[in-house]
């Protein structure tokens, strides 16, 4: 505690949350979200044969937990779109993201560095986001624990959630894709952050609101940080989360789940049967790298 005193954690955590998002944060969660649309596979084509459709799912990727958080509430989809100055800062980096000269702005926000530092400030806004969300569900419904803890998942995640429809608009349908079943490192740590929040919200952690925005903002910018600096799409949840989930469910732990793909492995070089296909598809996969280093 002395500790704590001494670095004044209170006072920084409230000067933290005090911190307003426009336009610095919210910029670099606009650049985040819509150059991941841009790795998306046949992106870059869409937008050059229908612009529209690029614009609309660039900005469900921007907006798309304010569109289902308001939606579940009770609001009309359109209501963030009231906010004009957000909706031209989104649609100029989707502007240049996709049409800059030479691609010069996506390579200056995809160079590694600047890369971790945009994705940092993402993880500010994430944070934000998901304990506004449970505020807000917490003035709705006094005493429903579920749904501030839906609505802070959604606000945290929600552009995740309708993955599915935003691939509509792009002409593709992955229903494999589907992340409620394949949950992602920031899906997980959205739920997870919404359930404490909720909890501190509900006075059952004796914290207070800025300290757990401040500590969980940290631990958000760390694992994504890390996450990307090593271009690694694991979570450091899943030893966890397998041995719970293999305790409570009878769900298989990682290892076996590697086992498995190791015994299916040998199965695989009685592919190759004709040389001339194989030289097919080894020029067909050099093509699509070319392609992806192209976009």
């Known amino acids: 505690m002395d500790v704590l005193g001494a670095l004044n954690l209170g006072d920084i955590a409230q000067t933290f949350s005090k911190m307003g998002m426009f336009p610095v944060f919210d910029l670099a969660y606009y650049i985040v979200s819509i150059l991941y649309l841009k790795y998306e596979p046949g992106s870059v084509e869409v937008s050059r044969r229908s612009p529209v459709a690029s614009w609309l799912s660039a900005m469900l990727y921007c907006f798309g937990s304010y569109i289902l958080a308001d939606v579940l509430l009770g609001g009309s989809p359109l209501d963030y779109f009231q906010y004009n100055s957000h909706i031209l800062l989104a649609s100029a980096v989707w502007y240049l993201l996709f049409f800059c000269p030479l691609n010069l702005f996506y390579k200056c926000v995809a160079f590694l560095p600047v890369k971790l530092v945009l994705v940092a400030l993402k993880e500010v806004v994430r944070a934000r986001k998901i304990a506004a969300g449970v505020h807000h569900a917490f003035h709705a419904y006094h005493h429903g624990f579920f749904i501030m803890v839906i609505v802070g998942y959604v606000k945290g995640s929600g552009v995740a959630l309708i993955s599915n429809f935003e691939q509509l608009l792009r002409g593709v349908w992955r229903p494999d894709t589907n992340e409620i ?115």
């Open 181 to 295: 079943m394949n949950m992602s490192f920031p899906t997980k740590a959205s739920l997870y952050g919404a359930i404490l929040f909720t909890l501190q919200e509900t006075l059952w952690i004796p914290i207070a609101k800025s300290t757990l925005i401040l500590l969980f903002t940290l631990f958000m910018i760390t694992c994504k940080v890390v996450m990307t600096a090593r271009h690694s799409h694991g979570s450091p949840f899943s030893l966890i989360e397998s041995w719970v989930c293999h305790l409570l469910f009878g769900s298989p732990l990682g290892g076996a789940a590697e086992e498995h793909h190791g015994a299916a492995a040998p199965a695989a070089p009685a592919a190759p049967s004709s040389p001339a296909k194989s030289k097919e598809e080894l020029g067909e996969g050099t093509r699509k790298r070319k392609v992806k280093k192209a976009e």
